[in-house]
């Protein structure tokens, strides 16, 4: 069985209101693409990638006009994959939601949040994703309240075999200086947004410690816009958010998530060719790649055969040998999807 993560650029500026597809010469929310090439490339994509469940990071919106799941959808039958049943959980306002397509023929998948509601005063012991995590950022014993500005997608998952695990998708917060008007404002705001990242992710890792002691078997996967020495702030804190989902730093290996590529990193190889995502630095006139994306799995999933892959259409041979595919990839979004095969 196939499992997936994909940030797909702006897909919600390919649907109109209804759900349906702009397929048309009108240019995309991406630069220099159309919406009928983007939505094409990604079709190509989503069919070479024949996953049975896909986590999509930014799928389109959810709010009072539009709805994720019909649009998915829609987009589905288009395409015409497997992966043609969507489900979402709780919403946001950036019109950037979580959202899971998989092929209802292999698989059920149903929203189940787990975790106490909070108000506004939060609560330190990993509550819901929707509510108020309190944690101390900058350690004045004073703990500030931190909010998911796209809470992560948990999921209760089976296959038609009758097997049950859990499964986590993951858009956390970007660390970049946005709105930065001096050299000072893009240290203190990079600086801030690092430890919003952090307070995220160790809440994130009390869900996944809480599901390792209960043994559940457990996927948790998206972009993390983050991992081991991606900047120098890193330094400050010590260590990466992926390292601590993944509990790098815990003895017992039966608490710790597995993925091969923050392994490579963290062990000093790999570093210059492993990425996932490829942005243009305009100002500079090139291309920034980076590892931002992930698929963890808990120890006893690693049992079963994994195998990973970065989707990647320079690093990746077989990719690179399909010219449509090469140039789909690359104008289908500014990730490329990253999957594993397990034995489920």
């Known amino acids: 069985m196939r499992i997936a993560t994909y940030n797909v650029e702006w897909f919600n500026a390919l649907f109109d209101d209804q759900g349906q597809l702009l397929d048309d010469g009108e240019w995309s929310a991406r630069w220099n693409v159309t919406r009928r090439d983007q939505i094409a490339s990604l079709g190509i994509v ?202 790098t730093a815990l003895e017992d290996a039966g608490h710790r998530l597995f993925d091969p590529h923050a392994r490579m990193i963290l062990q000093g190889r790999a570093t210059a060719f492993l990425a996932s995502a490829r942005f243009y630095l305009s100002d500079q006139k090139r291309y920034l790649s980076a590892l931002l994306d992930y698929v963890m799995v808990s120890p006893d999933l690693r049992q079963r055969a994994p195998n990973w892959r970065i989707w990647h259409p320079f690093d990746d041979p077989d990719c690179y040998a399909m010219p449509e595919l090469r140039e789909a990839l690359l104008t289908a979004s500014d990730h490329f999807p990253v999957s594993v095969d397990l034995n489920l």
Not at 164 to 170: N, P, S, Y
Not at 207 to 219: K, M
Not at 232 to 245: C, H, N, Q
Request: aromatic share 8%.
């Open 46 to 247: 989503f069919n070479a990638l024949d996953a049975d469940a896909v986590m999509v990071v930014e799928a389109p919106d959810q709010g009072s006009r539009r709805a994720t799941v019909p649009a998915l959808e829609q987009f589905a039958t288009f395409a015409g994959i497997r992966a043609r049943k969507a489900v979402i959980g709780f919403g946001n306002e950036t019109q950037q939601e979580i959202a899971l397509l998989y092929d209802p023929d292999k698989l059920t998948a149903r929203h189940d949040p787990i975790g106490m509601e909070t108000g506004k005063k939060g609560n330190s012991d990993a509550p819901r994703f929707d509510s108020v995590f309190r944690w101390d950022l900058d350690v004045d014993a004073a703990p500030e309240p931190i909010r998911w500005s796209k809470p992560p997608l948990e999921l209760a998952m089976e296959t038609k075999d009758g097997f049950a695990f859990r499964m986590i998708g993951v858009h956390a917060k970007s660390k970049a200086p946005h709105g930065a008007k001096s050299r000072e404002d893009e240290i203190r705001i990079s600086i801030q947004n690092r430890r919003k990242q952090l307070a995220q992710c160790i809440w994130l890792r009390q869900r996944v410690t809480g599901h390792l002691l209960g043994g559940d078997p457990l996927i948790v996967l998206g972009d993390f816009n983050d991992g081991p020495g991606l900047d120098e702030y890193e330094k400050l804190f010590g260590r990466s958010g992926v390292e601590i989902v993944l509990g």
